[in-house]
């Protein structure tokens, strides 16, 4: 499904991923952990397409080379990424947005758009799924959202675009009990041969809940130690500075 | 001033005139048009939009415009149900009233002169002064409420060319009534025009009026309108402008809180784009205690375009306990897009609440990867960002079918562009 070849990303001339290398399988879940600055929100607007990174290696989605591919292009060819900060947009409307999104995507696939009705229904199926009130989609795109529901709305559009390959980063912060339950429940009912994640987190909290079939350890750049959930346990216990 | 804009005298003996006060009242204003000119930016009022500049680059001559055309079909408003009054070119053509009482309503073609707007500073009033001899005249009696709205469809035709419309409007609603009022301009020439127009409004004791002025195709029309609002004790305002389309559109409006209590709010929504230029300008004078003015004006400039607000709150000594709010948010889209505005607060009382804001910046950045990560192109997503900018004014329009109305307009707008 992904697969990165020693990755280097600067910004303003400063380096922070220093020759990455990563391999995903389809329907594999991996997890990255690492403590702060290691450079774990780089990797994931890196494969998201951000601009304003200076990228040298290799990173290869479906066996395609992602180097020169678009923002926009990324998303329609299946990449999700969940936001650790989801951005409020004033005035727009939830629901106008992400049948927009949807529209776009499906287009871009060459499939038949969804018309409103049909698209109603899947978000009212979709958001019973996953116990979120759907209220909040006809509410500014998360103007005025709490932490969780901002959360909760990112699994929600997940859910709806129906990506190959999603990347949570640290969609686990600032979050409750319940409100962790009900997105790691999404994830996992969404769990498939043909979906990967790449779960992007500080604790081992979220590992409990969504079971990684690898574990890897981001220090300055680099993954610097993998395993298998195991590992997750051990840097809890220990802390990240008994690694280096 | 450029010569080949001087209007001569003999302009005003084609007018149909009631009285030598009525002709002597024109003669002078043409006077001192003639001596000005159109304003230029050494004007304060005009520091942002030279007008002298726009139209010497726009127009060689200007010819008066005669009237006796025919109008093409036009399209109406089938969402909603509404009375209508039509004009063309500032000529009053019909009216209907279907849902209301029309012993309340007195309408008519409002030919005559209205000493009592002067400007000696304004030239386009001097010229409108000079010159206008069509327009509409609509009163509303004491206790009356309107149970629909009025759609004005003001249309302007393929017939104009080159020409200058001067035309004047007055709106008297009676103590204790309510109108709601939708000015829809439609505007079929393709060629190059001036509207000047003024608009007289009074609203006494307890009325309310409500107005939406909407501009919303793609046209080479110069529009300036001057309201000069007049507000008793107790009296509700409240206007939407949103324009988007005409080559050059200035909403001048001046509103007297005369009698306490009143509440006068303006809000306007503008998307300007390729070259075109607009400037809403507003003066509230708080001339009485306890009364409400509000003015938030959001302004998307796209391209070349520019657009200027200037907004001056007023405030008498005696107007004491005034609550006045101003603010003008501007979005760019372009590194050659221009926006300027200039608040202004003017206060003698001592016990007021006024406050105002102003700011302008380019798109979000991040906002626009945000909804680029979710498969929209930039294009959509800046679209998108504009359309929410802009819906904080039209989310404010409590009609449903009318605001859908006039988000689907400004929406081919902003996705025209």
């Known amino acids: 499904m992904l697969v990165i070849k020693n990755l280097k990303a600067s910004i303003n001339n400063r380096e922070i991923l220093k020759g990455l290398n990563l391999k ?41 080379s992602l180097n020169d591919i678009p923002v926009e292009e990324r998303a329609q060819k299946g990449i999700f990424l969940a936001f650790q900060y989801p951005l409020e947009i004033p005035g727009v409307n939830t629901n106008n947005f992400l ?43 998360n103007v005025g959202f709490s932490g969780g529901e901002k959360k909760k709305n990112e699994i929600l ?31 996992n009912s969404s769990r498939s041969e043909k979906k990967s994640f790449l779960v992007i987190t500080h604790y081992q909290r979220l590992l409990e809940y969504i079971k990684p079939d690898h574990v890897h350890v981001l220090s300055d750049g680099k993954i610097i130690k993998s395993g298998t959930s195991e590992l997750a346990l051990e840097l809890e216990k220990k802390g990240y500075k008994k690694l280096n | ?51 002298n500049q726009i139209f010497s680059k726009n127009f060689k001559n200007l010819e008066s415009f005669k009237n006796g055309i025919k109008t093409k079909s036009i399209n109406f408003i089938k969402e909603f149900d509404h009375n209508h009054i ?13 849902f209301e009482d029309k012993n309340k309503i007195k309408i008519k073609s409002y030919t005559e002169s209205n000493f009592s707007i002067n400007n000696e500073e304004n030239s386009l009033i001097n010229l409108n ?43 008297i609603i009676g103590k204790n009534s309510e109108l709601h009022i939708i000015e829809y301009n439609i505007n079929q020439s393709k060629n190059k025009f001036i509207y000047n127009t003024i608009e007289n409004v009074i609203l006494n004791e307890k009325a309310s009026l409500k107005t939406i002025n909407l501009q919303a195709n793609q046209n080479d ?8 609002g007049k507000m008793k004790s107790n009296s509700n305002y409240s206007s939407f402008i949103f324009s988007s389309g005409p080559k050059f559109n200035k909403i001048d409006a001046e509103f007297d809180l005369e009698g306490d209590n009143c509440d006068c709010s303006i809000k306007s929504a503008l998307f300007i784009n390729k070259d075109k230029h607009q400037e809403i300008k507003t003066k509230i004078n708080h001339l009485v205690p306890n009364c409400k003015s509000y003015q938030k004006i959001k302004s998307v400039v796209d391209a070349e375009g520019k657009g ?13 306990k005034t609550n006045a709010y101003q603010l003008s948010k501007a979005l760019l889209l372009s590194e050659n897009s221009e926006f300027n505005s200039k608040p202004e607060l003017e206060i003698y009382a001592d016990d007021v609440k006024c406050s105002h804001g102003s700011t302008s910046g380019s798109v979000d950045e991040n906002s626009i990867h945000y909804l680029m990560t979710r498969g929209l192109t930039k294009k959509q997503a800046v679209q998108l960002l504009v359309s929410g900018f802009l819906n904080e004014i039209i989310g404010d329009i409590k009609s449903n079918s009318v605001r859908k109305f006039i988000e689907n307009k400004i929406g081919v707008q902003i996705h025209g562009y």
């Open chain 1, 24 to 64: 995903i399988n389809p329907g594999e879940v991996h997890a990255i952990m690492g403590p702060n600055g290691s450079g774990k929100s780089t990797l994931a607007n890196v494969l998201s397409g951000k601009n304003g990174y200076k990228i040298s290696g290799e990173v290869k989605y479906l066996g395609e």
């Open chain 1, 99 to 141: 049948k927009t999104s949807l529209n776009t995507i499906k287009k871009a696939k060459g499939e038949k758009e969804i018309d409103t009705i049909a698209f109603l229904e899947l978000v009212k199926e979709k958001a019973k799924e996953l116990g979120i009130d759907e209220k909040i989609l006809s509410r500014q795109l």
């Open chain 1, 157 to 187: 559009q997940m859910k709806i675009l129906d990506p190959n390959l999603i990347i949570l980063d640290e969609t686990d912060s600032g979050l409750d009990i319940d409100a962790l339950k009900i997105i790691s429940d999404g994830v």
């Open chain 2, 1 to 51: 001033m450029n010569e080949n804009f001087k209007i001569s005298p003999s302009e005003i003996d084609k007018i149909k005139l009631l009285n030598q006060k009525d002709k002597n009242f024109r003669l002078e204003n043409l006077k001192l048009f003639n001596q000005q000119g159109f304003p230029t930016r050494n004007q304060e009022d005009w520091k942002f939009s030279d007008i």
């Open chain 2, 86 to 98: 039509l004009m063309v070119n500032g000529k009053l053509e019909s009216s209907e009233f279907t």
């Open chain 2, 129 to 171: 002064n000079a010159l206008s001899n069509n327009g509409l005249f609509l009163e509303v009696a004491d206790n009356y409420r309107f149970e629909k709205v009025i759609i004005i469809y003001n249309v302007f035709t393929d017939d104009l060319k080159n020409n200058l419309l001067n035309n004047k409007n007055k709106i």
């Open chain 2, 221 to 228: 029309g110069f529009f300036y309108k001057y309201s000069k």
């Open chain 2, 308 to 320: 200027v607000y200037q907004g001056k709150i007023y405030v008498k000594d005696i107007a004491q």
